[in-house]
């Protein structure tokens, strides 16, 4: 029986490029394997992370950052959230007002988040108080909501955790890269 030989380079090119990229992506996966991000590797429980600015015509400058997980391990209890998330608020007359807050619970479902913390630096009356926010991760149309919208005042409310307005802020053009894990919820 006759074999067809490799003898045309470009044959034997295209036989070295295939040898060469299996063994690429061979090694490839057992680094995955050995850093513990392998396809079995859990992933977080939840997550909200990214920055957008508020559209406002006025010309309000308002920033909000995210950076809150829900380790693998608690996936049963959102309270055990944990990171940061911050806003800052330059009015057009050049007033500002900024608040950072430890992050105490995540809930998340789909594109949607709502984060809940106690805000632990500002120059606001929200310092020592609980906050939330919400956000619909939804591309180049990503909306927020925060808590303080309403009549109640700050200095008596006591927010719930994982509670929040719904998303009703429309997010500047441009402006939004926030990320959503969702949160799949374990019904045990």
């Not at 594109?111 to 180049?140: H, L, W």
């Not at 009549?151 to 006591?158: G, L, R, V």
Request: hydrophobic share 40%.
């Amino acid at each position: 029986m006759n074999r067809p030989a490799l003898s045309r380079p470009r044959t034997r090119t295209l036989a070295l490029a295939a040898a060469l990229l299996i063994g690429a992506g061979a090694a490839g996966s057992a680094v995955a394997s050995d850093s513990g991000a392998g396809p079995d590797a859990p992933r977080e429980a939840a997550a909200l992370t990214g920055t957008a600015k508020l559209y406002r015509p006025a010309g309000d400058d308002i920033t909000f950052s995210f950076d809150a997980h829900l380790a693998a391990k608690d996936v049963k209890d959102p309270e055990k959230a944990f990171g940061t998330f911050s806003f800052r608020h330059v009015f057009p007359d050049g007033r500002t007002g900024t608040a950072k807050a430890k992050v105490d619970c995540l809930i998340t479902g789909g594109k949607v988040a709502v984060v809940t913390g106690i805000v632990t630096e500002s120059d606001t009356p929200f310092t020592g108080k609980r906050v939330g926010v919400s956000v619909n991760d939804q591309g180049s149309h990503d909306r927020l909501g925060y808590s303080w919208i309403g009549s109640e005042d700050e200095a008596t409310k006591k927010l719930p955790k994982c509670m929040s307005a719904a998303p009703f802020e429309k997010v500047k053009a441009g402006t939004g890269d926030f990320h959503v894990v969702p949160w799949q919820v374990p019904y045990e």
